[in-house]
C-alpha cells in the first residue's frame, strides 16, 4: 500500500531531473525537510508548475517512494510577494539559512514556523529590516547557539544597565569587567537597546516583534551581530 501524506511545505531548492521532472527541497510541517519529485513539471501543460516557486508555502500531497516523495497534487497556500532585488536577495539568503540549517528526517514545528516567519520578514526587509536580523538570530538559537543576555556569560554575574559584549563562541553577554580578559576579536560592542532588543527577543518570542520600532543604529548592531554568529557557525 502506498502511503500519502497531506502537509504544508515551503520550497527551499529545486533542480532538474531528467527530461521533464524536478526534485524539489522542502521543509514541510508534517515530515520536516524532504527531497520530494515532481513528476513532470517542466511540461508546460503541468498543473503543479507555477505552485513550486521559491519559497511558496504549498499544500502539498505526497506518497512516499523507495528514495524520495512523490508530489501527487500541489496548490499554493500563500505566494510572498517579493519583487525588489533587496527582497530576492533577502528571501534567498534566507532559504539557504533554513536548508543549512535543517537535516532530513527531524520534525520540528517550531522550526517550521520560524521558516514561514522568516519568509514574511524578508518580504518587509526594506521596511523592518531588523525583522530578518532577529529571525536570524532566532534560528541560531533554534538550533543551538542560543544567546545568555542576563548574566555575564564569564563571571555570571547579573549583567548591570550598560554597554557591553556579545560572544557567539562564548554563547551571550561579556560586561565591560570580564571582557579584558578576553580576546576581544571574537566578540561584537553591544548597546543597551540592542540588549533589550535580545532580551525581549528572547522573553516574547518573534510573534511580538513585528510592532516594535527601531533606530537605524541598534537595526545595524544587531544586522552585524547576525552575520557574526552566520560567519562563525556555517563559515560563509
Ligand atoms: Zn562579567
Request: hydrophobic letters at 40%.
Amino acid at each position: 500500500m502506498i502511503h500519502s501524506v497531506k502537509t504544508k511545505g515551503l520550497v527551499l531548492q529545486r533542480y532538474d531531473l531528467g527530461e521533464t521532472d524536478r526534485i524539489i527541497v522542502l521543509y514541510t510541517q508534517a515530515l520536516g525537510k524532504i527531497k520530494a519529485v515532481a513528476k513532470g513539471i517542466r511540461n508546460p501543460k503541468s498543473r503543479k508548475s507555477g505552485h513550486l516557486e521559491l519559497g511558496s508555502l504549498v499544500n502539498l500531497v505526497l506518497s512516499q517512494g523507495k528514495t524520495f516523495y512523490y508530489i501527487d497534487s500541489v496548490t499554493t497556500d500563500h505566494y510572498f510577494r517579493h519583487i525588489t532585488l533587496p527582497q530576492i536577495e533577502a528571501l534567498f539568503h534566507w532559504l539557504k539559512l533554513i536548508n543549512s540549517s535543517s537535516r532530513e528526517g527531524e520534525i520540528n514545528n517550531d522550526f517550521f514556523n520560524l521558516a514561514v516567519f522568516g519568509i514574511n520578514a524578508s518580504e518587509e526587509i526594506e521596511k523592518k529590516p531588523w525583522l530578518t536580523s532577529l529571525s536570524e538570530i532566532e534560528l541560531y538559537s533554534a538550533i543551538g547557539y542560543g544567546l545568555n543576555t542576563t548574566n555575564c556569560v564569564i563571571g555570571h554575574e547579573a549583567l548591570k544597565a550598560e554597554p557591553a559584549w556579545l560572544s557567539v563562541a562564548q554563547g551571550g553577554v561579556i560586561c565591560r569587567d570580564h571582557i579584558k580578559n578576553q580576546p576581544k576579536s571574537s566578540a561584537l560592542p553591544i548597546s543597551i537597546n540592542a540588549l533589550k532588543v535580545l532580551r525581549f527577543l528572547d522573553s516574547e518570542g518573534l510573534k511580538a516583534l513585528p510592532n516594535i520600532r527601531l533606530s537605524d543604529e541598534v537595526a545595524s548592531e544587531l544586522t552585524d551581530f547576525a552575520s557574526t554568529q552566520r560567519h562563525e557557525i556555517f563559515s560563509w
